[in-house]
């Protein structure tokens, strides 16, 4: 059976208010799930290759979105 618009939509609603309540990681945790160096973190986000957040002077990320990321560019 094909699955309506609204079905859709309510998902990615899903999706984005999960995401919404996601916690976020610091740098150093960001490293560990990435098994880079912080300077090749710092790198990449300095060339805006990977997601991150920067409510005021702290680098922040996502858990999923990193891990998304990862498995986009293996």
């Known amino acids: 059976p094909s ?3 609204g079905d859709v939509y309510k998902r990615q609603l899903l999706k984005r208010q999960t995401a919404a309540k996601e ?8 490293c560990e799930i ?3 160096a912080k300077p090749t973190v710092y790198a ?9 957040y920067q409510p005021g002077k702290m680098l922040k990320f ?3 979105e990193l891990m998304e990321w990862m498995e986009k560019t293996d």
């Open 34 to 36: 990435l098994s880079l």
């Open 23 to 30: 916690e976020m990681i610091g740098i150093n945790e960001a």
């Open 62 to 64: 996502k858990r999923t």
């Open 44 to 52: 990449l986000v300095q060339a805006n290759k990977i997601p991150y």
């Open 3 to 5: 699955r309506g618009l």
